[in-house]
């Protein structure tokens, strides 16, 4: 059983920045990719960005530099660097392996 923790949400003002991370409980260099998602309320889950183990990125346009994902495999974390943040990136952020594992969630709010 892979088990997947989320941790760096919180409350910031818009412009602000956040680093998410994602503890997974078996080695990162076994599962070729991550990514992180997010869900606001009312609406769908929506992919945020992916990594693979051996460095290719793709980014929601939402977050096209302001964002950066990255993965330490020596400390089976990913992480998602915030910058800039706005009222509309405020969500349930995800971390997922190998698109079966899934964490329970941390939440990011962006005031205004």
């Known amino acids: 059983q892979v088990q997947v923790v989320e941790s760096g949400g919180g409350l910031v003002q818009a412009g602000g920045s956040l680093r998410l991370s994602c503890v997974v409980s078996r080695s990162t260099f076994s599962i070729n990719v991550f990514g992180w998602y997010r869900q606001a309320p009312g609406k769908q889950r929506e992919l945020v960005a992916t990594?693979?183990?051996?460095?290719?990125?793709n980014y929601a346009d939402s977050v096209k530099g302001r964002f950066t994902i990255s993965r330490d495999n020596a400390k089976n974390t990913v992480y998602l660097q915030m910058n800039s943040l706005k009222p509309e990136d405020t969500a349930v952020y995800y971390c997922?392996?190998?698109?079966?594992?899934w964490g329970q969630g941390t939440q990011v709010t962006v005031s205004s």
């Open positions: 990594i693979d183990r051996f460095g290719s990125i």
């Open positions: 997922n392996g190998a698109s079966i594992y």
